[in-house]
């Protein structure tokens, strides 16, 4: 297992490869933890107009 990660920590393609994997990461939970907070104030929203609308009822 060691000589996996010196291999891919001592040349340059496991350095590169761990950067790229780095930035993606940070770019996704840059992105997850704002859409989160979206999606469960969109959920409110939808769940209160649903009880609006079920509220009117049918003639």
């Known amino acids: 297992m060691r ?4 291999r891919l920590f001592g040349n340059n393609r496991g350095n590169a490869f761990l950067e790229n994997l780095l930035m993606i990461l940070l770019v996704v939970m840059i992105i997850a933890v704002p859409a989160l ?3 469960q104030a969109i959920s409110d929203i939808i ?3 649903v009880g609006r609308v079920n509220r009117i009822g049918t003639p």
């Open 3 to 6: 000589i996996h990660f010196k």
């Open 37 to 39: 907070a979206l999606s």
């Open 47 to 49: 769940v209160a107009t």
